[in-house]
């Protein structure tokens, strides 16, 4: 179903100069939040406010050193993880492709939840116009880490790989920074429908990638400031308010 908890969570680095020491850098401290199964959520804070590490629970990279994470009512470490990742989309920042086609790249995000073409799914993620540029078409190796794409075209492409994926929890982190105003509109009209039905976490700098969310959690330190619709955080928490108003004055 796709329905989160994080229960009185959290994590800290361990000081990678010395594997004997004991865990550093609190990143992440006492998070307790519940995302109901379908809902929108966008995770905002500053650099370094543990967005990422909290997401990241979700596919294991790392796990808590204290409390847990729930999908469906079940700790995340009593699943294999095969059967985790395979529910769980993940489109990063600086997406990971293989020096192999098109067709191949996309495919790597099969799951048993995958129930569209990867045509269809190039389409939805805006990708077609540049494959059909290519030569060989669906057929182009990319190169190593797909290093024949712009920064853009690797996003688009990893946006496909999650449509294809079709996985109940999705997380968006930072998954259009490298697109133009343009193409940024036309990819948040895909992701609108990639959403529907999946549960959610969008986790943004920009907040016109946020559009998409009903729900605003505050992050700062590791911690959670604030939680609610954009209206309501908005107004209770200074943080959030200073951060909306410095990019709307930039864009202005």
């Known amino acids: 179903r796709g329905e989160l908890r ?23 401290s006492k998070i307790n939040l519940s995302i109901a199964s379908g809902e929108v959520v966008a995770l905002v804070g500053p650099s370094g406010a543990g967005k990422t590490t909290l997401a990241g629970m979700l596919s294991r990279f790392n796990d808590p050193s204290d ?9 995340l470490r009593s699943l294999s993880l095969r059967d985790l990742r395979d529910a769980v989309a993940l489109v990063p920042q600086k997406p990971f492709l293989f020096d ?15 129930d569209s073409t990867v045509e269809d799914v190039a389409k939805a993620s805006h990708s077609s116009d540049f494959i059909a540029d290519f030569p060989e078409g669906f057929d182009q190796k990319l190169g190593e880490n797909g290093s024949r794409l712009s920064g853009g075209q690797l996003q688009r492409l990893a946006l496909a790989r999650a449509f294809y994926k079709n996985s109940p929890v999705l997380v968006l ?43 605003i959690v505050v992050m700062d330190k590791g911690a959670i400031l604030a939680d609610g619709p954009h209206e309501e955080v908005y107004e209770k928490c200074e ?10 004055d930039s864009v202005s």
């Open 6 to 28: 994080f229960e009185n969570l959290s994590f800290s680095y361990q000081d990678e100069e010395d594997d004997n020491s004991e865990m550093v850098s609190p990143a992440l």
């Open 67 to 75: 409390g847990a994470v729930l999908l469906d009512g079940l700790d």
């Open 100 to 114: 192999a086609t098109v067709q191949e790249n996309i495919e790597m995000g099969k799951s048993p939840y995958t």
């Open 173 to 215: 982190d930072e998954a259009t920074s490298a697109l133009d105003t343009e193409n940024e509109e036309r990819i948040h009209e895909a992701m609108t429908e990639l959403s529907k039905g999946k549960t959610t976490l969008l986790i943004a700098h920009r907040f016109s990638s946020i559009r998409l969310a009903t729900r």
């Open 239 to 248: 943080l959030y308010r200073n951060l909306y108003d410095r990019q709307q």
